[in-house]
């Protein structure tokens, strides 16, 4: 249908035979509106080609529907559970999830954040570029003047004190190292994500305090979170290895990921991998690598509640730490 001028929610409960306050919770609070009634509003729009004005209602409500997340990678299967969590719980409660992907750049997540402040989204759930000491962004003090909160998971800004779900990253390295230290492993290689990161940092100490053997017999290199980025840093590390070592540690799931792969193309299988984080695709290398879960579904449930508990303002607990579990495999 052609119209001459734009659409109005006046429109739509003429035709509809509804008020207007109707139709704009069908777009704003469908939970609230019939399904048989939402159904049939929503098909009257869509047929008069009806686009709900975003800006004009967050002009209303200081605040838009949307939850914003950005982070590096999608790619991360922990992150992809996450999102998947998040997107049907503001599905439920008519909310829309926006996503951004910053690659690793610090622009890029500046100008993610600085369009969701524009969106005036609800929530911005966030996985920082850098978890480093003095990472602190100029959009940290934007939201607080716009009054939009920002929630962390998986990668921490030190010292923000922000709200967030995170695992304990120290406490995982040791229970790694003494889960290891029992395994008769002579030599160890451990493969990190960048030196600066705070993630790093805390499960390579973590691992050295739970292994406690002759620093002589561990050799550390530094790769990338991403396994894109990870996977030909590592290939070329191995082998350039003059002896391989007994075994060889992943610090995160991609970078295990991109190990198992370098493995299988030098033709070095032999080697004993084990993985900080699930390794949910293992089996397509016809192995299954000792890990520790960080229980994916019950960290998206965490980032989820804490989201929703934070838009609303019903905190009890700001800063949330998932357990993990040791799994092994015969």
């Given amino acids: 249908m052609k119209n001459k001028r734009n659409v109005t929610i006046v429109d739509i409960a003429n035709m509809a035979n509804v008020t207007n306050i109707t ?10 509106v019939k399904p048989e009634t939402r159904e049939k509003i929503l098909s009257i729009a869509k047929q008069l080609n009806y ?29 992809s559970i996450i999102l998947k969590k998040l997107s049907l719980m503001a599905d439920k409660k008519g909310y829309t999830v926006m996503i951004f992907e910053t690659n690793g750049s610090e622009e890029v997540e500046s100008r993610a954040i600085n369009t969701l402040f524009s969106h005036k989204a609800s929530a911005i759930l966030l996985s920082v570029v850098l978890d480093k000491e003095g990472y602190t962004p ?10 939009i909160p920002i929630v962390l998971f998986d990668r921490d800004i030190p010292g923000s004190n922000l709200p967030g779900v995170f695992l304990n990253n120290i406490e995982i390295g040791v229970r790694s190292g003494k889960f290891l230290a029992k395994q008769n492993h002579s030599s160890f290689l451990i493969i990190g994500g960048p030196n600066e990161s705070e993630i790093t940092q805390d499960r390579i100490s973590g691992l050295l305090g739970g292994l406690r053997i002759e620093n002589e017999h561990i050799s550390i290199i530094n790769s990338d979170y991403s396994y894109d980025e990870a996977y030909p840093t ?19 799931g991609m970078i ?55 838009i609303n303002g019903t905190v009890s607990t700001r800063r949330v730490y998932i357990d993990s579990t040791l799994k092994e495999y015969d």
């Avoid at 686009?51 to 299967?77: D, E, H």
């Avoid at 100029?138 to 009054?147: G, H, I, K, R, S």
């Avoid at 493995?263 to 293992?282: C, N, R, T």
């Fill in 234 to 252: 590592i290939y070329k590390a191995i082998q350039a290895l003059p002896n391989m070592p007994d075994c060889i540690v992943g610090i995160n």
């Fill in 138 to 147: 100029e959009y940290l003090e934007l939201a607080d003047t716009y009054q």
């Fill in 256 to 310: 295990s990921m991109a190990i198992l792969k370098s493995l299988q193309e030098l033709g070095k299988k032999e080697v004993f991998v084990f993985s900080i984080d699930d390794m949910p695709y293992a089996d397509v290398y016809g192995t299954k690598i000792p890990c520790i879960s960080n229980h994916p579904l019950d960290w998206a449930e965490a980032v989820g509640k804490l989201i929703f508990d934070t």
């Fill in 23 to 32: 139709v704009s919770r069908a777009f704003n609070k469908p939970e609230q």
């Fill in 51 to 79: 686009v709900p004005n975003a800006f004009a209602r967050n002009l209303k409500n200081n605040q838009s529907k949307i939850i914003g997340v950005v982070t590096n990678s999608t790619f991360n299967p922990v992150y």
